[in-house]
């Protein structure tokens, strides 16, 4: 599975639009992005994958570049509970590998 | 509502004893998973299974072992618990679709925080 890189911690003001972003220039043809959160003392969250086109649902929408070597995520509308740790994952689909993630941390 | 959960919150247990981890996913999912996570050190697969009876060794599978006998159902053992396994584990579950080559989303628990003393 190809590796990501994210940066450690973002702030973001409560009520804008949170982008977080994640580099992955190794991803190979067939795999996808996946975006995970975790908020504190819980599991993982899915939140939403793509493979090239961008994808949205009501959680955030993901944008993929063309040449897939990035991708963003976006939360439109941040709020105070959308602190968490934000996991960029490239993978096949059977096995996911989580890195440190962004530390998203949404101010009022 | 989709659920996975795990048989304890919290768990003290002491060095040299055997440790079972419980996990029950009611979302008749093939594909099973166990993690640990430590501070700095993010998410880190353990073993993972497809199908009963069936294991698979994740990134760091030393000092543990798992059990699937039956599908909603995964263990991990710790045969003899060290310091060192000192952790959160988190189990997932996740539905293979075989019309979907790119797998289904994974479904994580609540975790265990385990201290070994």
């Known amino acids: 599975d190809a590796k990501t890189t994210q940066p450690t911690s973002m702030d973001c003001a409560e009520g804008r639009a949170a982008n977080l972003p994640c580099n992955h220039s190794t991803i190979s043809g067939n795999e996808y992005v996946y975006w995970y959160r975790q908020i504190h003392s819980q599991g993982p969250q899915y939140i939403i994958h793509?493979?090239?086109n961008n994808e949205t649902n009501e959680m955030a929408s993901l944008i993929i570049t063309e040449d897939r070597k990035s991708s963003t995520l976006i939360l439109p509308h941040a709020t105070l509970r959308d602190t968490a740790v934000y996991y960029c994952i490239v993978s096949l689909g059977q096995n996911f590998v989580f890195g440190p993630g962004t530390r998203l941390s949404v101010l009022p | 509502d989709v659920k996975v959960t795990q048989s304890s919150r919290y768990l003290v247990k002491r060095t040299g004893e055997k440790v079972f981890l419980e996990c029950v996913q009611d979302?008749?999912?093939?594909?099973m998973f166990w993690y640990r996570q430590d501070p700095g050190l993010g998410l880190r697969l353990i073993y993972f299974s497809y199908d009963v009876k069936m294991k698979e060794k994740g990134d760091i599978p030393e000092g543990y072992s798992v059990s699937r006998e039956k599908k909603e159902r995964f263990s991990l053992i710790l045969e003899s618990a060290s310091t060192n396994q000192t952790s959160m584990y988190l189990c997932a579950s996740s539905l293979w679709d075989r019309g979907a080559p790119h797998g289904e989303k994974l479904f994580f628990g609540s975790g265990t925080q385990l201290s070994v003393l």
């Open positions: 793509g493979l090239k």
């Open positions: 979302m008749d999912h093939e594909n």
